[in-house]
């Protein structure tokens, strides 16, 4: 089972511009979750993905936005880049409702705006 | 809406000397779960320890143990026997079992194991 993986693991982009973030979610998982981890801080809840729908969203703007696709794969896709975008971007999946069962985590995509 | 607070930034300690990490929360719900997560350089956040909230005995795994005072909102974790291996960052987290089925991150440990 490889897990939760991500892609890519690193990114240079410059303001204005547009990233997208991949995420495969462990084997048996449907339920997709992106954090963003600003360093030396705790992450921060994004959005998350269920049966290839919104569920619940943090507080981020926008620009910010998702998708989940059928085969439970999610991507994270964040437009305008701003110098405060540049964070760890850290994807999690779980089963079915996901609280209270363990969520898995990838490694992370660390994103640089310059 | 809910808080986590962890009041230690850094801790060092030891190998094989035991280390309690704090943690306080706060949400007026009852029912919820807590956890404890690890992450090392590698960045990717581990799963340490978890404990249900209606559960009242404390949750144990191997070498880590939390005490888990609900009525003060406290959710500690105790390493015993500290190996290098446990040198990372440890985040608290909190999930509702009602409505934001999100995790709640504290602001983080970061805990150095010496030789």
């Known amino acids: 089972d490889a897990g939760v993986t991500q892609s890519p693991t690193h990114l240079i982009k410059t303001r204005g511009q547009q990233v997208t973030l991949r995420c495969s979610p462990k084997s048996g998982h449907d339920t997709v979750s992106w954090y963003q981890q600003a360093l030396g801080q705790g992450p921060q809840f994004i959005f998350q993905?269920?049966?290839?729908?919104?569920?619940q969203r943090g507080n981020f703007p926008d620009r910010f936005s998702g998708h989940q696709f059928p085969n439970y794969s999610s991507e994270l896709n964040v437009n305008a880049l701003l110098l405060g975008d540049s964070a760890l971007y850290l994807c999690a999946s779980s089963g079915g409702t996901g609280f209270g069962t363990e969520a898995f985590f990838g490694q992370g995509t660390r994103l640089t705006v310059v | 809406a809910q808080t986590v607070t962890q009041s230690q930034p850094e801790m060092s300690v030891q190998e094989a000397e035991t280390v309690t990490l704090s943690c306080t929360y706060d949400t007026s719900e009852s029912n919820y779960y807590l956890f404890w997560y690890k992450q090392p350089p590698s960045r990717q956040m581990i799963l340490v320890i978890r404990q249900e909230a209606y559960k009242q005995q404390n949750a144990t795994e191997n070498r880590f143990s939390v005490n888990f005072q609900k009525a003060a909102k406290s959710f500690s974790l105790k390493i015993s026997d500290s190996q290098l291996g446990d040198t990372a960052m440890y985040f608290c987290a909190f999930i509702s079992i009602q409505g934001a089925q999100k995790l709640v991150f504290g602001q983080g440990t970061r805990l150095t194991i010496n030789p």
């Open positions: 993905y269920y049966e290839e729908e919104e569920r």
